[in-house]
């Protein structure tokens, strides 16, 4: 049987692993593939995100640069107009414009000839003045724009600004007139750009040189560094390497771009980490899922397969007490169940029958057996009594036509099986009483009971054929004064009974062939039925045993259980 | 049931498996840092505020910024650490007025768990994971470099210093003075100590130009100072007699380096202090505090007549927010 749960329980093992296994496997093999593709969809995502808000700086850049043209266009306008209009025209713009800072205006030489600023004059000597270069002014030829700077020609007041400088046409006062535009709304705005968490954006020219960085100061201060002279060689577009995304785009109609710059670890890594530990739950639910599912198909089939296994062998050990209990499960399991079921009760059936019939057999051996001592018997003994009517011998007549009349009553006994051992003790007593006599007092006997014993039941005619088998085949051939003892005791539940004689013994094949083989004379049938009826009536433990030694005498042992009246009046 | 047993193993090991996946996936919630700064008025510290916000933004963290109305006040910047824990910051970005009175306020932060970055003036404790700023000795020999360099002859210097327990003050005037003393041709005529707001200094100055009339180099070691000691200067109308260098990005000092009244600036990047101070808080938080060093130098520059309007220098003096 342990043999058996083993090997059941591999084939539990073999089957979950292998269900737990697969499912391993292809999910494996899908969250690889999913979270690959996912991966890159995210970088794509990624870059066009970055793409995106770069090019809406850029476009906000390029209309801060327009809108620059514009109000440079005004300007020159006014410039056509007479001082007064000029000074009434330049005055309305600057209030309507507030993010214009100045509007100066230089004679051929370089000098400041006019300022107009609201609030504001210039200071009286002006050290460096950032919003015009007679160099650059000369060789440019037409408009040019510069990088942002500080305001200087004002007390106290250094705003960052970007210049755009035109020459006006000549003939007139002036030759070059500058307009300064805060810078502060652009910076602030880019400032104020962010891609993902940490990502930025930041202009420089074509040349690499940074225009305006967010964290500009980091960078003066060598704590920060952009790699400019890398990325101003490269075309407008996304370029992601494995842990940042540039994204560079030109601003329309001027050398400024804008470039985005965004990290992949928080924009891509991060939802891919979040797409892993959802996976990994997913197939964490899909393995205990398949476990669940192999699990129940083990409880569904080999359950009750085994339940029905252990029923079998229960019924193979003790067909006799065994009720049978069906096995629950699948129609198929439950079929197989109710066929076992069935056949059970159809094999108790049988052996109820088989056993009906031994005894049957038994019985009318019995009654054999008993037709046919009876007359050879009868005669002998009748032929002793009208022997002992000659002689004149009639008190032992008397005597022995009792004993003999005692010897059918109980034989009879109104036919039931059993009967109190006092009686079967009488029966043995008449028989050995009727036999002393004819055979002229050769031997002795003597019983040696336990009184207590006197009120069990045992199976009638158990002792006759024993002494019978004794008295001819024991002490028949003896030359001295055999006996013969028939002891009963007690031996804890069981009540046992000893025929012991001191004849010529019988050889171990002789008892064997008594007990086990076909009877080959009258006697070895009645000891063989004496057996056979004890082991049919209370199990294979109870019946006859022979102990012999030639020469010395045998001991036959017929044990069989305590019956009180009634018990086995049945069978 | 041997079965059963079985059917437990599986349950453990998917319930191991779901464990372990459940671990590497931690969602980061929003730190809380405060700032205590020694002032909200000068340009000094609001770069530094403009610094610590744009890093504030950039990790996502919960900044709230305070400081004393003077930067003498240690007292009331012992109360803001106290309440800046109470009110649940993580961890305090911290400029310490006094190096030795603010030390057990920010012991007793520490205790309670949070993290100590000190920005611009270290503070004497050891719960201070790492000091962002300026090297204030190097600062302080840059600026006697400053007038070595453009002065012949003997230096007859006075000192316009501020709180004496501030640590960063302490040291630029060290700086200062041990190379002076190592020239030989600089004397220290006088050193004040004034209080950090530009009235005062400018009084306090004046006082010290007329008791010692000889003095042709003034040495004036933060904004409100520097600001006040130009202001002195100018008023006595000692511009071309006295060589001033000074400390720090203000509009008056600016415009004293076009007028003459001040010669030089010893200019800090205090946007670098403001932003690495939290990018720091913010590090520590998350757990990556084992690569910060203890000492972080944010760069200074000087800054003269000659190239007040370069490139470099506009960006360190201007800032780009409009305030």
């Given at each position: 049987m342990k043999g058996v749960s083993r090997t059941e329980l591999r084939i539990t093992t073999i089957l979950v692993s292998m269900v737990v296994g697969l499912v391993t496997v292809i999910l494996c093999c899908c969250i690889f593939i999913f979270l690959n593709r996912?991966?890159?969809?995210?970088?794509?995502?990624?870059?066009?995100?970055?793409?995106q808000a770069v090019s809406q700086v850029s476009n906000t850049v390029s209309n801060y640069l327009q809108d620059m043209d514009q109000a440079m266009s005004m300007v020159e306008r006014s410039m056509l107009e007479d001082a007064d209009n000029r000074d009434r025209m330049l005055t309305a713009f600057l209030i309507f414009r507030p993010d214009v800072v100045a509007v100066t205006s230089y004679s051929y030489s370089g000098q400041l000839l006019d300022c107009w600023c609201l609030d504001r004059e210039p200071r009286e000597t002006i050290s460096q003045n950032l919003s015009f270069d007679l160099n650059r002014a000369r060789s440019s030829g037409g408009a040019y724009m510069t990088a942002p700077h500080v305001e200087t020609i004002f007390e106290e007041y250094y705003p960052w600004v970007v210049t755009m400088t035109t020459p006006l046409k000549p003939g007139n006062k002036a030759a070059w007139v500058s307009l300064d535009l805060s810078f502060s709304s652009i910076s602030s705005y880019i400032n104020n750009v962010s891609i993902g968490q940490r990502g930025y954006c930041f202009l420089m020219d074509k040349e690499g040189n940074i225009v305006y960085h967010p964290q500009q100061q980091l960078l003066y201060a060598g704590l920060k560094s952009e790699d400019t002279e890398a990325l101003a060689s490269l075309a407008d577009g996304a370029y992601a390497d494995d842990t940042v995304i540039y994204c560079l785009t030109s601003v329309a109609d001027s050398d400024w771009r804008v470039v985005g710059v965004s990290y992949v670890d928080e924009l891509v890594n991060r939802s891919v980490s979040e797409m892993i530990h959802l996976s990994a739950i997913l197939a964490a639910v899909l393995l205990a899922a398949a476990v669940l599912t192999s699990w129940l198909l083990f409880r569904l089939l080999a359950r009750p397969l085994r339940g029905l296994a252990d029923a079998m062998e229960r019924f193979e050990t003790d067909a006799d007490h065994f009720t049978y209990l069906s096995v629950g499960g699948t129609r198929e399991i439950q079929e197989l169940s109710g066929s076992f079921g069935h056949m059970v009760l159809r094999i108790q059936q049988l052996m109820a029958t088989v056993r009906e019939e031994e005894v049957n057999l038994r019985k009318t051996e019995l009654k054999a057996l008993q037709a046919q001592i009876n007359p050879h018997f009868l005669y002998n003994t009748l032929d002793s009594i009208a022997?002992?009517?000659?002689?004149?011998?009639?008190?032992?007549?008397?005597?022995?036509v009792h004993a003999l009349a005692r010897l059918f009553r109980i034989s009879i006994s109104k036919g039931h099986e059993l009967i109190p051992i006092a009686k079967e003790i009488e029966h043995a007593e008449s028989y050995l009483q009727i036999q002393k006599y004819r055979y002229k007092n050769q031997f002795t006997y003597q019983f040696d009971v336990d009184p207590a014993c006197l009120d069990y039941y045992c199976n009638k005619?158990?002792?006759?054929?024993?002494?019978?088998?004794?008295?001819?085949?024991?002490?028949?051939?003896?030359?001295?004064?055999?006996?013969?003892?028939?002891?009963?005791?007690?031996?804890?539940?069981?009540?046992?009974?000893?025929?012991?004689?001191?004849?010529?013994?019988?050889s171990d094949e002789l008892i064997h062939a008594i007990l086990e083989q076909g009877p080959e004379d009258r006697t070895g049938i009645g000891i063989r039925n004496v057996n056979d009826r004890l082991?049919?009536?209370?199990?294979?433990?109870?019946?006859?045993?022979?102990?012999?030694?030639?020469?010395?005498?045998?001991?036959?042992?017929?044990?069989?259980?305590?019956?009180?009246?009634?018990n086995y009046e049945a069978k | 049931m041997r079965r059963n047993r079985w059917a437990a193993a599986w349950a453990a090991l998917l319930c191991v498996f779901l464990l372990g996946c459940g671990?590497?996936?931690?969602?980061?919630?929003?730190?809380?840092?405060?700032?205590?700064?020694?002032?909200?008025?000068?340009?000094?510290?609001?770069?530094?505020?403009?610094?610590?916000?744009?890093?504030?933004?950039?990790?996502?963290?919960?900044?709230?910024?305070?400081?004393p109305e003077t930067e003498e006040d240690y007292e009331t910047q012992n109360q803001m650490v106290a309440d800046a824990v109470a009110e649940g910051a993580q961890a305090i970005v911290f400029s310490a007025i006094d190096y030795e009175n603010n030390a057990a306020a920010i012991d007793d932060a520490a205790k309670k768990g949070a993290k100590i970055v000190a920005i611009?003036?270290?503070?004497?404790?050891?719960?201070?994971?790492?000091?962002?700023?300026?090297?204030?000795?190097?600062?302080?020999?840059?600026?006697?470099?400053?007038?070595?360099?453009?002065?012949?002859?003997?230096?007859?210097?006075?000192?316009?210093?501020?709180?004496?327990?501030?640590?960063?003050?302490q040291e630029r005037e060290r700086g200062a003075r041990d190379l002076f003393s190592s020239t030989g041709r600089a004397e220290v005529v006088a050193a004040i100590n004034t209080l950090a707001e530009a009235g005062h200094a400018r009084e306090d100055t004046a006082q010290m130009l007329a008791d010692h009339p000889g003095i042709n180099v003034l040495l004036a070691f933060n904004e409100p100072t520097s600001v006040g000691a130009a202001q002195a200067v100018e008023e006595l109308g000692l511009s071309e007699d006295v060589f001033l260098v000074g400390f720090d990005s203000n509009v008056a000092t600016v415009e004293g380096l076009q007028t003459g009244s001040v010669d030089a600036l010893i200019v800090q990047n205090p946007y670098a202090m403001g932003y690495l101070g939290v990018e720091s808080a913010y590090k520590l938080l998350s757990g990556q505090g084992t690569g910060l060093t203890a000492v972080v130098d944010t760069s200074t520059q000087i800054v003269d007549r000659d190239n007040l309007f370069s490139m470099d220098s506009q960006k360190a003096l201007f800032a780009f927010e409009s305030r």
């Open positions: 996912y991966r890159s969809a995210m970088v794509q995502s990624a870059r066009t995100s970055t793409a022997w002992m009517c000659e002689q004149g011998r009639n008190a032992d007549a008397v005597k022995m005619i158990t002792l006759q054929p024993i002494i019978e088998n004794a008295i001819n085949h024991g002490l028949d051939l003896l030359v001295d004064e055999g006996s013969i003892t028939v002891q009963v005791c007690q031996d804890g539940d069981d009540i046992v009974f000893y025929v012991r004689d001191n004849g010529v013994g019988m082991k049919i009536y209370f199990g294979k433990q109870y019946g006859l045993h022979i102990t012999s030694e030639p020469d010395v005498g045998t001991c036959v042992e017929i044990r069989m259980p305590k019956i009180q009246e009634g | 671990a590497d996936t931690t969602y980061s919630e929003q730190h809380t840092v405060a700032l205590i700064a020694k002032s909200t008025e000068t340009e000094f510290w609001l770069s530094v505020f403009a610094g610590a916000e744009a890093a504030a933004t950039e990790y996502n963290l919960k900044l709230t910024i305070t400081g611009d003036s270290s503070v004497d404790s050891q719960a201070v994971s790492t000091y962002i700023g300026t090297d204030n000795y190097a600062a302080g020999q840059m600026a006697a470099q400053a007038a070595l360099d453009r002065i012949v002859g003997t230096l007859r210097i006075g000192i316009v210093n501020y709180d004496m327990n501030s640590a960063n003050g």
